[in-house]
């Protein structure tokens, strides 16, 4: 089973790869009670998030989630990097594609699948649900140095 491996940190950072994403399919998580997800890794705890989750996984052709699930307090972005297939909310079905980001409120039913030729892969960001009010944008948090960077 393939592990993340810790690229860099420091004070302020962490960074981790998971490898390329041709090799995703070597990841595994064991949820317990036979539930086991083959490609799949979360980085979240490998990273030091304190305020959400990553995951990465990999769909073959005809694959997909083999159970629905929803959240208690999550809300979930669904990125898909590569690849076609289908996502199911609360029984509503419909296509997605590289370049579809999905948000799904915790109560949400989900599911997903692969309904392509070639490996779909796609990053999970979880994030606890009503966490950003209106003083959150990226320009009101943001804080620009003075001076510019030296590579």
Known sequence: MKKLE??????????VTTGSFNELREHEIDFG????LKGKVFAGAAL???????????FAPGEGS???????THEELYIIVSGEGE?????KTFAVGQGSVVRVAPAGMRALRNTG???MVMI?????ANSFGADDTPAADGVIAEGGVEW
């Open 6 to 15: 810790i690229i860099g940190s420091g004070d302020n950072f962490t960074a």
């Open 33 to 36: 009670g036979g539930v086991v």
């Open 48 to 58: 030091g998030a304190t305020g959400s989750e990553i995951s990465f996984q990999t």
């Open 66 to 72: 083999t159970f629905l699930h929803s959240h208690k």
């Open 87 to 91: 996502f199911q909310v609360d029984g």
């Open 117 to 119: 030729n070639d490996d």
């Open 124 to 128: 999970c960001i979880q994030y606890k």
